[in-house]
C-alpha cells in the first residue's frame, strides 16, 4: 500500500501545464527523488504534496487519507525550503524549536527535543549562535533540524542543498541519507541535479514538460532508460540512429548505418523490423583496445583516435569511425605506468557487451 498516492494530478497556471496527468506511488520509508531541468514542474509537484497549491484536477493521497479538503498544517508532511528560511533574529536552538513553541508543547519537552535534533544534525556546539554567524552548510543543517522537530512522516526538501559548493553538496548528500535511515521516515527531494538524485535516492521520477516520464530505482533508470531524454539527462551518451533488424523478448538486433555496422543488445524492444530507433551507448562501457579484441562476435567497431582528455582519474576519448560518426570513451586510469598508451591518430578497436547497448 503506497503512503503517498498521485492519481492524474494536472496543475495550470492559466492555460499553462505545469504538472501534467501525474500517477505516482511513494511509499513509506522512501528517499524519493523528482529529477528534472529547470522548470519542469518539480515544485509545483511538492507544493501540492505539501498542500501550498491545489491540483487543477486528479487526487493526492496521503497515508490513505484524501488530502483534498486538508490544509497545510494539518497534513502528516513538512517542507524544507530552498532558502532556508531561517529567523534570523533567533538562535539556533529558538529555530529549531519555533514549530514546537507554537503549538505550546511543555518547555521540558522542547528543551529537550531540540538538543536532541541538534544532535541528530551534529549542530549541538552552535545551539547559541545566530543564522549570521553560520556558514551555509550550517544553516542547511539548522534548517532541516527545524523540520523534523514536529516528526512528519513525510519531509519535503525542495533542492535543499543548492546553495552549497560541490564538495560540501556530496558530504551532505550521505549525512541525508544517514538521517532518513535512521529515522525511518519518508523523504521526497526535488533536484535538478542527476548525481544528487542517483546519490541520495532509493527510487526516482525523471520529469519532462510536467510529466513523470520514467520512474525507477538509479540503476534501472540509467541503465535500462525509455526514451532518448533520459538517457541523455542521465549522463553521457553516445547516440546512433538505426533500423531493427530483429527483436525479441529478450534482445534486439539493429543495424545502423550511422555507426556501419550491426548492433546486438540483450534487452528486449516492443519494434517491428525496419522501425527506426535509437542505440544508445555510455562511454564508461566500451573497451577501447589498440588490439582486436578476442571476443569480437558483438559490437566491435574501428576508428581513429582524434582527441584525448586527461582528467587524472580517467582519460576522454574521442574516436572518428569510417563512417565519420563520432565516438567518446571513457577509461579509467587504474595505473600510471601504462605499456601501449593509446595516442593521437592511433586506430584503435571498440568493443562493448551486448548488456550495454
Ligand atoms: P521546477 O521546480 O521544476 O523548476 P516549477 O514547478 O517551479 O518548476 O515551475 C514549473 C512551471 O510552472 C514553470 O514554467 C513556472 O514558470 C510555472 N509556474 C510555477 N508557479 C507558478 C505560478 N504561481 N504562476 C504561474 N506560473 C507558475
Ligand atoms: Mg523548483
Redesign the pocket.
Known amino acids: 500500500q503506497p503512503f503517498i498516492k498521485i492519481r492524474d494530478v494536472v496543475k495550470k497556471?492559466?492555460n499553462?501545464v505545469?504538472?501534467d496527468d501525474v500517477w505516482l506511488d511513494i511509499y513509506k520509508g522512501e528517499f524519493f527523488a523528482l529529477l528534472?531541468?529547470?522548470?519542469?514542474?518539480?515544485?509545483?509537484?511538492l507544493r501540492m504534496l505539501a498542500g501550498f497549491e491545489t491540483p487543477t484536477s486528479g487526487t493526492i493521497e496521503i497515508d490513505g487519507v484524501d488530502m483534498s479538503e486538508v490544509p497545510p498544517y494539518r497534513r502528516p508532511v513538512n517542507m524544507m525550503f530552498q532558502s532556508y528560511a531561517l529567523f534570523p533574529h533567533m538562535s539556533v536552538e529558538q529555530n529549531v524549536g519555533f514549530g514546537l513553541r507554537q503549538e505550546a508543547v511543555p518547555r521540558s519537552e522542547i528543551a529537550h527535543r531540540v538538543a536532541e535534533m541538534l544532535e541528530l544534525v551534529q549542530m549541538s556546539e552552535l545551539a547559541r549562535r545566530k543564522p549570521h554567524q553560520l556558514s551555509g552548510g550550517q544553516k542547511q543543517r539548522v534548517a532541516l533540524a527545524r523540520a523534523l522537530i514536529k516528526r512528519p512522516k513525510v519531509l519535503l526538501l525542495?533542492e535543499p542543498l543548492g546553495a552549497l559548493d560541490r564538495k560540501l553538496r556530496e558530504e551532505t548528500q550521505f549525512e541525508l541519507v544517514n538521517i532518513q535511515e535512521s529515522l525511518g521516515l519518508t523523504f521526497v527531494i526535488?533536484t535538478?541535479d542527476q548525481d544528487e538524485a542517483m546519490t541520495v535516492s532509493t527510487r526516482m521520477a525523471i520529469?519532462d514538460r510536467?510529466r513523470a516520464v520514467q520512474i525507477g530505482t538509479p540503476g534501472e533508470v540509467y541503465e535500462y532508460p525509455n526514451s532518448l531524454y533520459v538517457a541523455q539527462f542521465l549522463g553521457d551518451v553516445n547516440v546512433f540512429e538505426c533500423r531493427v533488424i530483429d527483436a525479441g523478448k529478450d534482445h534486439t538486433t539493429v543495424d545502423s548505418p550511422e555507426a556501419g555496422c550491426q548492433i546486438f543488445a540483450d534487452r528486449g524492444l516492443d519494434a517491428l523490423g525496419g522501425q527506426e530507433v535509437y542505440a544508445v551507448i555510455r562511454p564508461e562501457k566500451i573497451e577501447i583496445s589498440k588490439t582486436l579484441p578476442v571476443e569480437t562476435r558483438h559490437n566491435c567497431i574501428s576508428g581513429i583516435v582524434y582527441d584525448i582528455g586527461y582528467l587524472g582519474n580517467m582519460s576522454v576519448y574521442y574516436v572518428r569511425l569510417v563512417t565519420g560518426a563520432k565516438v567518446k570513451v571513457t577509461a579509467a586510469n587504474r595505473s600510471r605506468l601504462v605499456e601501449r598508451p593509446i595516442t593521437w591518430e592511433d586506430q584503435v578497436w571498440l568493443s562493448w557487451p551486448p548488456a550495454a547497448s
Open positions: 497556471f492559466d499553462f505545469a504538472v528534472g531541468p529547470s522548470g519542469c514542474g518539480k515544485t509545483t509537484l525542495d526535488v535538478h520529469m510536467g
